[in-house]
């Protein structure tokens, strides 16, 4: 499976940081602003092996692109991210990986994505500057 990490962030301004971020770390890594985007990309069935996907897309949820994924990609390692979403959809993300808090760091979630160490569970955000404290999995 390739190395390669898959970003969904519709916001341009936090996307692209990020990308930027991990393609200095060495990351490869594939950005995209929507659902339809990542589906339309989708050519090989081995070419992303974690994905971090924002929850609130402008044309659907992360959890059901993630699903649509994982039946290409069932080894995905995902890893999603919000700002807040109804709880129905929180425990579906659940179900599927790890579920972030905005407002994130790029540091530390840059080291989620070249750290050998695959994680699940959730992790919740705390006041200030946004580092996650508490993870359940």
Not at 27 to 41: C, I, K, N, T
Not at 76 to 94: I, P, S
Not at 104 to 115: A, K, N, T
Request: charged share 25%; aromatic share 4%.
């Amino acid at each position: 499976m390739s190395s390669r990490v898959l970003v969904v962030e519709p916001v341009e301004a936090l996307r692209l940081p990020l990308m930027r971020a991990l393609r200095a770390r060495g990351v490869g890594v594939d950005a995209f602003g929507s659902a339809r985007e990542v589906l339309e990309a989708l050519k090989e069935p081995d070419q992303w092996s974690r994905a971090l996907i924002e929850l609130s897309l402008p044309d659907g949820d992360g959890a059901a692109l993630a699903e649509r994924l994982r039946v290409h990609l069932p080894e995905l390692d995902l890893c999603f991210v919000t700002g807040g979403a109804n709880g129905e959809l929180l425990c579906r993300a659940q179900g599927l990986g790890t579920v972030l808090w905005k407002p994130l760091g790029l540091g530390p979630l840059c080291e989620r994505f070249i750290s050998d160490t695959r994680r699940s569970g959730v992790v919740r955000r705390v006041d200030g500057p946004g580092l996650p404290i508490a993870r359940r999995g």
